[in-house]
Every structure is written in structure tokens, then in C-alpha cells.
């Protein structure tokens, strides 16, 4: 009689199996897992209304009420920065001149600085809430309607 061959040993895993408990998520087979889907048709439509918002007159309309005052308003305000800068460079026996007590002309218009800076913020907030909010709102609501 031959000898009967030993039965085969089950492969070592990595892991010891446990037992899975009730919250603990469950591996999920490869041929369960859905393939990924192409992309949406809506992302081309986004894609089209926003840039025929972007080429709209009233988009244009507001990037020009928007351009119209930052770029002036930044233009001036770095003038006058740098005139302080130069002035303060080239004539500094003027910037040195005393105006009242301690307080030079240095003094002065560094602290006009300051409140040149908020003059402009609140200059700045002030013509986006007359002249361009109510007009990107509405422009929102209508691209947001469009994409429903």
C-alpha cells in the first residue's frame, strides 16, 4: 500500500482573521466596486454659462466700475507713498523741520500716511456697496439660475 500524501497546509496570511465587529467596515470585492463614472455633461454646461457670463455686458460693466477705481486709487495712494519715501531720502533737513513741540514734518506725514490708508478703505467699501454689489448679486442669482 502507498502512503497517502498529507493534506495540504492552508497558506500563512498576513493577518490573523478576527472577527469583524458590528461598526467595523467590511472589505468590499473588486468586482463589487462600481467603475468610475465619465465625467458629468453638467460640468461642461458650468463651464459655458460661466464663461458667457464672463463675456457679459454687465460682467464687463462691473470689471470696469472695479478698474475705474482700483487702479487710480492704487496709483495714488503708491505716488504718495514714495514721494514720503523720496522726500524722506533727498531733503532730510526738510522732513526735519520742526512743526509744533517734538512733531517734524516726518512726523506729519507718516501719520498722514495712516490716515490716508483708511481714507482709501473706506473709500474703497464705500463705491463697491453703491456701485458694484447690487449689480454681482444679481448677476450671482442669474448664473445661479441658469446652472439649475
Known sequence: MAPTPAPPEPAPSAAPSKPASPGSPRPVPPSVVAPAAPAAPAAVEAGQVYRSVQQSPAFQ?????????????TGLFLGWYLLYVCAQ????????????????????????????????????????????????????????????
Do not use: C, K
Open 61 to 73: 460693466q462691473i470689471r470696469r466700475g472695479y478698474r475705474g477705481f482700483a487702479f487710480p486709487a
Open 89 to 148: 531720502a533727498a531733503a532730510p533737513g526738510l522732513m526735519r523741520r520742526q512743526v509744533a513741540g517734538p512733531v517734524n514734518v516726518a512726523w506729519v506725514l507718516g501719520l498722514l500716511q495712516f490716515a490716508s490708508t483708511f481714507l482709501l478703505t473706506w473709500l474703497y467699501a464705500r463705491n463697491a456697496r453703491t456701485e458694484r454689489d447690487r449689480a454681482a448679486l444679481g448677476l450671482r442669482w442669474d448664473t445661479q439660475d441658469q446652472l439649475r
